[in-house]
């Protein structure tokens, strides 16, 4: 089982560079999240969404922009790439709320 | 007030010792909440959710405590592949919103 997939796995962008980072899931899960995890530190909600074509925001979403048009799929697109965006980017989905997530292996992001 | 707090630690604890974690909560609406364990430079995993009633998985066991708004995981028989990141889990609306993690370091 594929489960959650995030491509790709590690990437180096220039200040300025625009980059989408893929994330797919096979399980049909209504529930897709997108979260940052900045070295010794805890992970913090980019965007989420709780079905196909519903996305809201979470904790740290500037910067960032998502789409959902698919229950599989939820791209997370960085525009004009900042050092303060170097970071790992995890990818989660989950059946519903209440429900334990599944994540992806992450993307390792460094902008210079 | 963040909604999930946790002590970072590290716990440093010899093999075979019991540990407590405590996670404590801002939202008393949250309605679910769950530990994860996260390997160093791995993707979080779902260690076990946590029940009002409490849950006992082998070596490990979840409380809630709704009135003081805080959970807690038990590690009795440490081992050495317990080392990991603790991340308490909980609920809010339509988010799942993580703790800063709890360092464990087990040694032999």
């Known amino acids: 089982n594929a489960g959650v997939t995030q491509t790709p796995k590690f990437r180096i962008l220039k200040i300025g560079q625009s980059m989408t980072l893929q994330c797919a899931q096979d399980?049909?899960?209504?529930?897709m999240y997108w979260y940052r995890q900045d070295p010794g530190m805890g992970l913090k909600l980019i965007y989420y969404?709780?079905?196909?074509?519903?996305?809201d925001k979470g904790e740290v979403p500037n910067g960032y922009n998502v789409s959902r048009s698919t229950t599989e799929d939820f791209p997370l697109r960085l525009e004009l790439a900042a050092p303060s965006q170097t970071s790992v980017y995890f990818c989660?989905?989950?059946?519903?709320?209440?429900?334990?997530?599944?994540f992806g292996q992450g993307t390792r992001l460094t902008v210079v | 007030r963040k909604e999930v707090e946790q002590d970072p630690g590290p716990f440093n604890v010899p093999e075979g010792a019991t540990v407590a974690f405590n996670c404590t909560y801002s939202?008393?609406?949250?309605?679910?909440f769950f530990w994860y364990r996260q390997d160093c430079r791995k993707e979080p995993k779902l260690l076990m959710s946590?029940?009002?009633s409490g849950n006992e998985d082998g070596r490990f066991t979840a409380q809630l405590n709704r009135a003081s708004q805080y959970i807690s995981l038990l590690i009795r028989d440490s081992k050495l592949s317990d080392s990991a990141t603790y991340l308490c889990?909980?609920?809010?609306?339509?988010?799942?919103?993580f703790g800063a993690g709890t360092i464990l370091r087990v040694k032999s």
């Open positions: 989660a989905s989950s059946k519903d709320r209440a429900t334990e997530a599944f």
């Open positions: 399980m049909n899960h209504n529930y």
């Open positions: 969404s709780v079905g196909a074509g519903i996305t």
């Open positions: 939202n008393s609406a949250s309605q679910s």
């Open positions: 946590v029940y009002s």
């Open positions: 889990v909980g609920q809010y609306g339509n988010k799942l919103v």
